[in-house]
């Protein structure tokens, strides 16, 4: 019996989901500032609810970046009648350090707020999920997801110019729709392969 339980205790150690690393780099150290909230990203592998790095995993990187579809979201505050809006982005186009612009890697609206309580996004995607996959050597890029309040009767679009995801101008969308700030989480990753 004894056997067993040593057994059914090392199974369940070894299919526990990683968590991130909550190690930053130096120049990072500024980043920890920027989740609040409560907001959790759920992958098949890796559980994310605190601004982190990736482990250095190769396998695990890669498949974030060419396997995994899109995360559980889960935010246990939601208030199951109000609406959200959910934004993922890379602001570390091409590089941290050569002038970074914002990549829209998602972007959903009209979320229930009763969905986010169960980690099951239903709204309306305006943009579909595009995996964390920064250039090789380009150095570690972050991945923010901001939860936003969408005001009452408040139809969200994307103009003519916003069709691309790159160069994304994230702080006059969230002016445009008057758009309240709930909760965000981030974390960084680097090319699997560096």
Same mark, same amino acid.
């Given at each position: ?7 059914? #205790?090392?199974?369940? $150690? ?5 968590? *991130? ?9 500024? %980043?920890?500032?920027?989740? /609040? ?11 994310? %609810? ?6 250095? %995993?190769? +396998? ?5 970046? +060419? #396997? ?20 993922? #982005?890379?602001? %570390?186009?091409?590089? &941290?350090?050569? /002038?970074?612009?914002?990549? &829209? ?12 309580? *169960? ?7 305006? *943009? ?12 570690? /890029?972050?991945?923010? @997801?901001?939860? @936003?309040?969408?005001?009452? /009767?408040?139809?969200?679009?994307? *103009? ?5 995801? =790159? +160069?994304?101008?994230?702080? =006059? $969308?969230? &002016? ?19």
């Amino acid at each position: 019996m004894a056997l067993l339980g040593l057994f059914l #205790v090392s199974f369940a $150690f070894l299919w526990e989901p990683y968590k *991130t690393e909550t190690i930053l780099l130096p120049q990072d150290l500024r %980043d920890a500032s920027f989740c /609040h909230g409560g907001l959790k990203v759920v992958y098949p592998e890796l559980d994310i %609810d605190q601004c982190s790095v990736i482990p250095n %995993d190769k +396998k695990l990187r890669e498949k974030l970046s +060419k #396997v995994w579809k899109a995360p559980q979201i889960y935010f246990p505050k939601a208030q199951k009648k109000r609406m959200y809006v959910l934004v993922m #982005v890379d602001p %570390d186009v091409p590089r &941290r350090s050569a /002038h970074p612009a914002y990549w &829209r890697h998602w972007l959903v609206v009209n979320i229930k707020g009763s969905s986010l309580l *169960t980690g099951e996004i239903r709204g309306e995607t305006l *943009t579909d999920y595009l995996p964390p996959t920064p250039p090789q050597r380009s150095g570690y /890029h972050r991945y923010q @997801f901001m939860l @936003f309040e969408q005001p009452p /009767h408040t139809k969200i679009s994307l *103009t003519k110019e916003e069709s691309s995801r =790159g +160069k994304w101008n994230l702080q =006059g $969308f969230i &002016r445009r729709f008057n758009l309240e700030d709930v909760a965000t989480l981030q974390f960084l990753t680097q090319h699997f392969k560096d």
